[in-house]
């Protein structure tokens, strides 16, 4: 069955760079894009990003300067890496697949920007 | 971008009722609208896919409608696993957005 599941630090300080892991099972990277989503504490959910099938990617223009999606299709996993963090990237980040609009999604992980 | 605005924010309702959740399109979205149910710490579940199809799996009290700009999800007897926040999705237009979310509380 289709399962994402996301992984990475719960603690990121202030500058530093957040990578996280998105690791899918249950279909390919090669036939349905994986997407980045965020929601903030309280607040509603962010499109963050995209990593498509063919393996092009889109950023959200608030992010893009910031922002990276890779993926390594053997080990079935697809990569964010965002810069310069501040406060306001405090949020829970999730992954989810794209097949009319987003079907499944994982979990999500607590990502907290703080010193 | 499309800008999605759901209503209301929050909705006080018992078990049993009929409720219904909208979303409205800042521009037409051509039904490319899907609504999900979210629980604290869980992956949220699509229930509805083009603004009128069931996920599989998911109960027949939960229905979609609408066209052009106007959406709504429909919960006709409330159950007590229904507590929960909702939110909705346009996909016609990228990027994809979503509208701010509804938490159903029990009353």
């Known amino acids: 069955q289709v399962q994402l599941k996301e992984s990475g630090p719960g603690l990121v300080q202030p500058s530093q760079t957040l990578s996280l892991t998105c690791t899918v099972s249950?279909?390919?990277?090669?036939?349905?894009?994986v997407h980045w989503v965020r929601q903030p504490p309280g607040k509603g959910l962010e499109w963050v990003g995209a990593?498509?099938?063919?393996?092009?990617?889109d950023y959200n223009s608030a992010l893009k300067s910031r922002l990276s999606i890779s993926r390594d299709t053997s080990k079935s996993q697809v990569f964010l890496k965002m810069n310069s963090l501040q406060t306001e990237d405090t949020a829970i980040y999730f992954c989810?697949?794209?097949?009319?609009?987003?079907?499944?999604w994982g979990q999500g992980v607590m990502v907290t920007v703080s010193s | 971008d499309i800008q999605m605005t759901q209503s209301p924010s929050f909705l006080s309702a018992s078990v049993g009722d009929r409720v219904t959740i909208n979303c409205k399109a800042s521009?037409?979205?051509?039904?490319?609208l899907n609504w999900y149910q979210q629980k604290l710490g869980e992956a949220p579940k699509r229930l509805i896919y083009?603004?009128?199809n069931l996920q599989t799996g998911i109960p027949s009290r939960f229905s979609g409608s609408g066209s052009g700009t106007d959406y709504t999800l429909t919960i006709s007897s409330l159950q007590p696993e229904d507590f929960a926040t909702y939110f909705c999705?346009?996909?016609?237009?990228?990027?994809?957005?979503f509208g701010g979310g509804t938490k159903l509380e029990l009353k």
């Open positions: 989810t697949r794209s097949a009319g609009g987003f079907d499944y």
């Open positions: 249950g279909f390919s990277l090669t036939s349905n894009s």
């Open positions: 990593i498509w099938s063919g393996g092009s990617t």
């Open positions: 521009q037409n979205i051509n039904k490319y």
């Open positions: 083009n603004t009128n």
């Open positions: 999705l346009q996909h016609n237009s990228f990027p994809w957005t």
